[in-house]
Structure formats: C-alpha cells, structure tokens
C-alpha cells in the first residue's frame, strides 16, 4: 500500500486556496441526498455536525455521552491560539506556522499546518458571532495570552474555562442544526465497529448504553472525532470516559494509525497523591505566563518549607536553561527537565515527585487582584485538590499524560487510506508533528469541523452516486455486529476474579514507566512483553458484572480496556521502531550531552503508518516521507 | 476513615428503587467522594455484586456529568462546587452518609444514581443559540463588547448544565439555568437580533418538559457549582416581559 498524502502541488501560502478551488463540489440540490455520520461532539465533532447540516448533508451525530455538550473538549482550560496579530507584537500567519511546525520538531506536515495557521483567524471571528464571551481589554476589544513555545500573544482566552466556552458555541450550533432537522443526535450511544464495504467506509455499529441494544447504520461518509488515546495509561489529565475505541476498530478494519508513540506529558499537573487516585488534574499552561518554577538547590532543602528557603538556595532551571523562552518552554521540553531535576533528587513534596510552580513574584508585581482575576479557578480547583492556598504557599505540579499528537493517518483532506473515513481534531495525526503547543488543540478541532471537513468531504461525496450507500442488511454489517455482539459476549463470560480497573491500573504502570516521559529499547522491548501476557490474563479473568441488556459500565469500560492493551502494544511497537528523539517521544540511547532530544531527520523524517494485519500477525509499519519545501529542519533550540 | 453510605439502588426507570446500605473499606481523606464510591464499587465487583450506577466525567467540575444528591443537598456539603470536587475530609469517620440521585420529574431515573437530563437538550434546542452560519462571521474585532458586559457574560456562561438547580427546587423549576443561557446572549450585542424570539422559545420549551414554576426562594442559587447568580433569574423575568410586550 502506498500512502497518498494528496497534498496540492504549488506555493506553500497558495495551496489551500487552489485546492479548494480544484475540489469537486456537490450541488446543493443534491447536498440532502447524502448521510454522513459524524461520531464524537467535542470541538472537532460538534463543529463539523453542525457545519455539515448547515451545507444541506443529512447528518447523524452519536455521542457516547448524555448529551452533546459535555465531550471532553469541556475541560480545556488555557486558550486556543490564532494568527490575529491583534497585540501587533510580531505576529502573523507565517510566524504561528512556523512556531507550530518548530514545536512538533518538524515531524509534522508543512502543508496541513500552514493551513491550520491560515484558517485559525477565521475560527475565532466564528466564536466571537456565536457568542462565546472571550475575555477583553477595556477599550472592548478582544485580550489575549502567551503560552509555551511561542514570542508572541496570541491566545484567546476565557478565563480558565475557554474549552467550555468554545464547545458550548459548537454546540449552540449544533441545536440549531438539530432542532432545524438536519442533524439527528443519537447521545449514549457507542461506536463499537466501523462498517467497510467494497473498501469504503459506510456505516458503524453502535450500542445503546441504556438499554444495551445494538443497532446498525449506514452513511455515504463517516467522520470521526471521537479524541486522544491517552488513557492507555490510565492516570492522565483525560475525562476518564475519554477513550480509543472508536479509533482502534478501525484501525483493525483498515485505517492506518499514525506515529502512535506520539503522546504529550504535560509539565503542569497536579502531583499523583494516593493509589486510590482516579485522575490528574491539569494546572493550566497559562499559570507559566506568570507563575516561576523552581526546585532547591539542595535536595536537603526538598522537604523544608519552600517559603522559607532563600531566593540563592533555588534553582529557577527552566530560566535557567531556557533563557529566551524561560518558564514558557514547550511542554516535551519542560516535562522533560521537570524529570531531570527530579531524577536528581531535587524533586519537591512527599513523594519527591513534584517541583514548585510559585506566584510570590507576579502577586508582588500584579497585586494578589489581578494574579485571581487571570487564575482564580486554578487556584480554586488547587485548592480543593491539595487543601493548600497557592496564593500563599507556591503550587506542586508534576507532569503528567494530557494529550496524543498520534492518531488515525490522514491525508491532506483528513481523509483516512479507507476512502469514505475522515478523522477530525485528536483523533487523527495531522497537525502537532511529535509534539503539540498549547492552545492548539482546540485550534485544530475547530479548524478540522468548521473551515476543513466542509470542502474535503464534498469532494469524496461528489464521486458517490446519490443514493447508492449501502442498506443496512448488507452482509457487512452483518458481520460487523456480529463480531461486536461477540466481544461484548466474550467480556461476560470471562467471569473471573480480577475487576476490569485492576488491569487498567497496572497496563498503565507498564505504559508510564516503559513508554512514558523516557524510554529506552530494554524498557520497550521489556513491555512488548508483559503487555500481552497481561492481556491474556485479561481476556481469562476479567470479571464483568450485570447484563449486556442493560445499562453497565463495568461492561463499557471492560471494551475500552480491552482495545487499550492492543493499543499499548503498538504504542510501543512504535516507539521502538523510532530510533531517535523528538518531542515528546525521547528515546534516552538518542540524547546530545546537555539531554537535549537528538532527532534523526536522515532516517526518522517521516510518519510511520501502522497497518492491521490480523490477530496473529504483526502490523506492518509504512513510512510517509516528509518533505520540508518552506523551513529549514534545524534543532529545536529555545535556550 | 470508614463511613456508612445508604445509597439508592434502582435497576431502570420502570422498576422501583430503594436505599441499600454498604460499609466502606477504610479510606484515605483525601479522596475525592468520587473515589470513594470508585473503591466501594471495586469491592461490590470482587465480591460478585453489581456495582453502583453512577454519572461523572471530567471529575474536575466542568463537564456538569456527575450529579448525585448527597445527605439531602445536591452536589454535596460545599457552596460551588460539584460532587466530584467533594472530598471524603469533609466528613467524619463512622458517619453515615445518604446519596440520592437527583429527583425531578422532568430528571426520570435511568439506573441507580443516573438521571436523564434530556429535556436541557431540549430547551438549548429551542433557542439557546446565536444563528450564525460557519464562514459569515465579521472579523472578531468589529464588534467591540465592553468588559463589564463580556465578564457578566461569562459569568452566566459558567453554567456547567448539571441540573442541580432543577433537583435542588421544590418545584423542580430550571430557572437558573435557562437564566443563565438568556442573559449571557442578551448581554452581548451579538444576541440582539434574536433577542426576543430566543427567551420565549427557551421557556416555553421549559414549560413543555414539565419544568415547575419559579418562586424565587434561592435554593438553585445555593447549590450552583458554578455561584450562577439569582440575578439572572430577574434578568430573564424582564427579557421575558421585554418580548411580550414587544410580540417576539
Ligand atoms: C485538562 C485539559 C485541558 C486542555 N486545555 C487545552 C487548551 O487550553 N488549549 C488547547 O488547545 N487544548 C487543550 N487541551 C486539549 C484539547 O482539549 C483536546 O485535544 C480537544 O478538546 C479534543 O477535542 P476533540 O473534538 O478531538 O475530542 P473530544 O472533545 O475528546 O470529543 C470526543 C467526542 O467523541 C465521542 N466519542 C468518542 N468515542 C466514541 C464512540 N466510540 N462512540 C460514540 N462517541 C464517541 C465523545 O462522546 C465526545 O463527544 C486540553 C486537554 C485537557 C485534558
Ligand atoms: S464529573 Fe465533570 S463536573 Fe463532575
């Protein structure tokens, strides 16, 4: 199989504009003779629905949630980035390019983040006339922030909660396409099997979680945006119904997975404190804009009040290896040095795992006020978590899993290798290269639904003929519920002794200490083989309460974890193969002296493509080159 | 700490429910009640039982998926706050703890302590958004909002949509929330032109899912996990009274 990123020939800044000229269209006439299948409603989901009904497509959206707005997109925190240049401080379409494809260490492709950059003035002009209540200057006029691995202020904010506000808007839009009748929203309802027939993707398999029936659909196209996979792991800043499966069974259906290695640690979590623990907390990444970070010099000092250790005794290391860009270093790159001082016996709290993110300065400096005014949520959600007063005392933060650059391959028009599958927002690989900067995540999903999806899928349906999808009695679609009726079945059965969480719990220690912030070939190789034999012990002694008629989350997350141990595998298998470092994938065999990430663009410069092969077989590994026409690929450098 | 928890048990909507008493392993304070209830359904699980139905997420406050009513308050002891932002130190070893789902008509229960919440979908589809096409929207700084209105905005908009206003009202009335969607677009320019049209629409919906009627006696206020103000409330009463008398 050849992999065909189908990018459009011609200047860098031009190609959008020619493509989608160049891109079939369908006449609106035609528009509502087609059904398209949009599963997930986070920014991704939400925003493509709505957009697609608005163009006349007739649209099914499932969502596995109780309703359309509380997809995981609610949780960001900090910002989404757009070239606006509003501060009149340097910025520009090429600048948010360049700082994209520089912070993904240029493992990503130039074309669809050029695009990205491009449509992200449009997203908020978008947000704006929905509604979405951004923050803003006294003269009325539109605030922004800085946030790590940029110069420039350029992300839109509100408040702490500007992924709520931004979904809230998708999903405003939604309702309208919902209640105009052009979109049909199916909520508690999980996609358990993607449909391929003749090659092309054409309809799902989906179970009602309140009454476990399962039920098939088909459509001309099916999109997902279904989020990350960071969960594998079981302990991360993640919803914790957040999950792979939609992804993975397509992939075991065809679909490509992208750099599946690729996986962000966030530097600015709150710090693990008990076994019982069920989720990290992100301390969002704006708290760098002001906050400073900092461990003792002496690790007799780890345990001491941090208030009481002189100004001489600590050591600021982000500012102190980063001079130019200081506390507001890229995450990979501040994870990273998080781990090192830590390493060294620096590291601060109880468990040592910890460093200090203070607020002493910007309090002197701004006025306790203003410091609550920017961060007051944070403060408040620290506050309830750790029962400590961070305008007194500074915050612990340690890193933690927070998002995945991998995902489903992609071409240019965010189609999937399977014609008729497109991937939106985290669930596919495109725009983060092996590292992401903050407040772009929720730049890309919107750019995917509102400004992308709209034109790349008319072009796929325009070659459909109207009315030829497909009918469900299908053999296909037969023999894809059947094999998830045997699935479910397969879970209940087990009927052992040890609970669905145990297994989560210890597949994510096996994926944190092997395939987490450091990895080597040992640890790798070493995971490769406890995660199939934890698998096995799995699938013998799981032990699934209730029905499947019924509603049971015992049996809804025994699926998920099931599909996280084959994704595990291949997380690894993938970080193996990628024998270098970048971003956030550091390989500790590949590092320069001062343990700076050392990439190999001779033999690495490229997305390995991972294709299913069967329960028995190996996937095989394909190889996408990445060709840098517009930036020279230097060394990430921030100090 | 160990505690007792009478928790209400019911299979699905039709079937009836009762209080059945568990008591916990011993637990570490600061667990979240959340990880509470995640250890007694462990334990219930090993021991060959159904574990506890239960809503929740984000487990940071923002989703609006946890519910729960906790010794007769929903979203527990805490002013502003969410149930899974409430931790076992504020209660004491050996008490007995009541949880309860939310009770509303309009909530009916689906299993245990999960409620259908349904009918907000509802009210948000009747009216609550600006229509504004993707791709029409004029440059972001045409339109300059001044901050006191963007930030009293905001604040309506904080709404997480959890239902615990409903569950909290004798009358079982979604004021609170309906308020909150109201007057975020009425205070922003953008929500001019459908300014009317929109507040009679979202409360007659209201009114159609058999939401009760507001008398005002703040309780929603007082369990918001978001602080959403009662000032709200009089706002939408006068957008209300605005599009009457101007025929929406
Ligand atoms: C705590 C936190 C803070 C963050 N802060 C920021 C920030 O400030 N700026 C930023 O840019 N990014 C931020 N991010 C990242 C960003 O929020 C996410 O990457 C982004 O919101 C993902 O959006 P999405 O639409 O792709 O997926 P999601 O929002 O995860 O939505 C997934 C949707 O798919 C549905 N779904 C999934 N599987 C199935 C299935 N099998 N069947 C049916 N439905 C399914 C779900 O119901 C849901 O509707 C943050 C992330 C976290 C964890
Ligand atoms: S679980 Fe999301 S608000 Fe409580």
């Known amino acids: 199989m050849k992999l065909q990123s189908n990018i459009p020939s011609g200047p860098l800044a031009q190609k959008w504009d020619k493509h989608r000229f160049e891109l079939k269209l369908v006449n609106p006439a035609n528009k509502r003779k087609y059904e398209v299948i949009v599963v997930g409603a986070g920014l ?96 009325g006029l539109l605030d922004n922030r800085s946030f790590g691995g940029a110069q420039v202020s350029r992300t839109f904010y509100a408040r702490g909660q500007t992924g709520q506000q931004l979904l809230l808007g998708a999903y405003s839009a939604l309702c309208k396409e919902i209640a105009a009748g052009s979109v049909q929203s199916f909520t508690h309802s999980e996609m358990l099997d993607l ?100 461990v003792p010099k002496k690790k007799e000092d780890c345990r001491k009040d941090p208030n009481s250790i002189p100004e001489e005794d600590r050591d600021y290391y982000l500012e102190r290896l980063y001079p130019s860009f200081g506390n507001l270093a890229p995450r990979d790159i501040s994870s990273r040095a998080a781990k090192r001082v830590c390493d060294e016996g620096r590291g601060v709290g109880e468990s040592g795992l910890g460093v200090y993110l ?20 944070l403060f408040d959600i620290y506050h309830e978590i750790t029962n400590e007063n961070a305008y007194r005392t500074p915050m612990r933060i340690f890193p933690a899993v927070h998002y995945t650059m991998g995902g489903l391959w992609v071409d240019y028009n965010l189609m999937s290798n399977l014609p008729g599958l497109f991937v939106l927002g985290e669930a596919n690989f495109s725009d983060h290269g092996a590292n992401r900067l903050g407040a772009s995540a929720l730049m890309q999903g919107l750019a995917d639904g509102y400004f992308v999806i709209p034109y790349t899928i008319g072009n796929y349906l325009a070659a459909q003929k109207p009315g030829s999808c497909p009918k469900t009695d299908h053999p296909a679609f037969k023999e894809a519920e059947e094999n998830v009726v045997g699935i479910i079945r397969r879970l209940l059965q087990a009927r052992g002794k040890r609970t669905v969480h145990s297994f989560h719990k210890e597949l994510g220690r096996i994926m944190w200490d092997h395939c987490g912030m450091a990895r080597n070939e040992a ?58 470092s970048c971003g956030g994938h550091f390989r500790e065999e590949f590092q320069f002296p001062d343990g700076e990430a050392k990439r190999d663009d001779e033999n690495f410069a490229h997305v390995a493509a991972w294709e299913y092969q069967g ?25 | 700490m160990k505690v007792r928890l009478k928790i209400w048990r019911q299979p699905n909507a039709a079937a009836p429910g009762r209080f059945e008493t568990y008591d916990t392993p011993d637990l570490n304070p600061n667990m979240s009640f959340l990880e509470m209830l995640d250890v007694v359904n462990e334990d219930l699980t090993a021991r060959g039982q ?20 906790i010794n007769g308050k929903p979203h527990g002891p805490h002013r502003g706050v969410a149930t899974c932002q409430t931790y076992m130190r504020s209660f004491k070893d050996g008490d007995t703890i009541v949880v309860e789902p939310f009770r509303a008509r309009p909530f009916p229960v689906i299993k ?117 103000s009662l000032d709200f409330i009089a706002r939408l009463n006068r957008e209300y009274a605005r599009a009457l008398l101007k025929g929406g």
């Not at chain 1, 209730?546 to 599909?563: C, I, K």
């Not at chain 2, 159904?50 to 009513?69: K, M, N, Q, W, Y």
């Not at chain 2, 300014?195 to 009760?212: C, K, N, S, Y």
Request: proline share 4%.
């Open chain 1, 358 to 377: 203070d607020f002493a300065d910007a309090i002197k400096r701004l006025g306790e006020q203003k410091v609550r005014e920017r961060y007051g949520n």
């Open chain 1, 44 to 139: 991704a989901g939400a925003s493509a629905a709505a957009t697609l009904g608005e163009l006349g497509y007739r649209v099914k959206n499932f969502v596995y949630h109780d309703s359309p707005r509380r997809a995981h997109s609610i949780a960001a925190q900090g910002g989404i980035n757009a070239a606006k240049n509003y501060q009149n401080d340097g910025d520009s379409v090429y600048r948010l390019f360049y700082d994209t494809i520089k912070g993904g260490d240029f493992r990503a492709r130039e074309a669809n983040v050029y695009r990205l950059a491009q449509v992200s003035v449009n997203i908020v002009d978008q947000c704006v006339a929905q509604g979405v209540p951004f923050a803003r200057e006294y003269g």
């Open chain 1, 523 to 580: 640890g790798l190789k070493r995971a490769l083989e406890l995660i199939p034999a934890l698998r096995e012990e799995f699938w013998h002694s799981v032990n699934v309460p209730g029905s499947e008629a019924d509603l049971n989350q015992s049996l809804e997350r025994a699926g998920r974890v099931a599909d996280y141990f084959e994704l595990a595998e291949l997380m690894c298998r993938d970080a193996l193969e990628r024998r270098e």
């Open chain 1, 615 to 639: 329960p028995d077989k190996p996937p095989v590994r394909h190889v996408e080159p990445l060709v840098y026409e517009e930036v020279k690929m230097t060394t990430r450098s921030y100090k």
């Open chain 2, 112 to 228: 245990d302590l999960i409620v259908s919440r349904k009918a907000f979908d509802k009210i948000m589809q009747a009216g609550g958004f600006i229509s504004v096409r993707t791709g029409a929207a004029p440059d972001a700084n045409s339109l300059p909002v001044p901050k006191p209105a963007a930030d009293e905005a905001m604040d309506a908009a904080a709404c997480i949509g959890c239902g615990a206003c409903v569950a909290a009202c004798k009358n079982a009335s979604a004021m609170l929330f309906v308020s909150a969607k109201v007057s975020q677009f009425a205070l922003l320019p953008q929500g001019q032109p459908e300014r009317e049209r929109r507040v009679l629409r979202m409360v007659q919906a209201m009114d159609e899912a058999g939401f009760g009627a507001c008398t005002v006696t703040g309780s929603c206020e007082a369990v918001c996990p978001k602080n959403i």
């Open chain 1, 195 to 294: 449909v391929v027939v003749d090659g092309q993707a054409k309809g799902i398999i989906v179970r009602d979680l309140i009454t476990g029936k399962i039920s098939r659909h088909s459509a001309d196209a099916v999109v997902l945006a279904t989020g990350g996979y960071g969960n594998v792991f079981n302990l991360s800043t993640y919803a914790r119904n957040s999950n792979a499966t939609a992804i993975w069974r397509a992939y075991k259906r065809g679909a490509c997975f992208g750099n599946p290695c690729y996986t962000q640690i966030h530097p600015t979590c709150i710090p693990v404190s008990g076994d019982y623990q069920s989720k990290l907390t992100l301390m969002s990444e704006s708290l760098r804009n002001d906050g400073r970070i900092w």
């Open chain 2, 50 to 69: 159904e574990p506890v139905a239960f809503d929740h997420d984000c487990r940071e406050g923002i989703c609006g998926t946890c519910s729960l009513v």
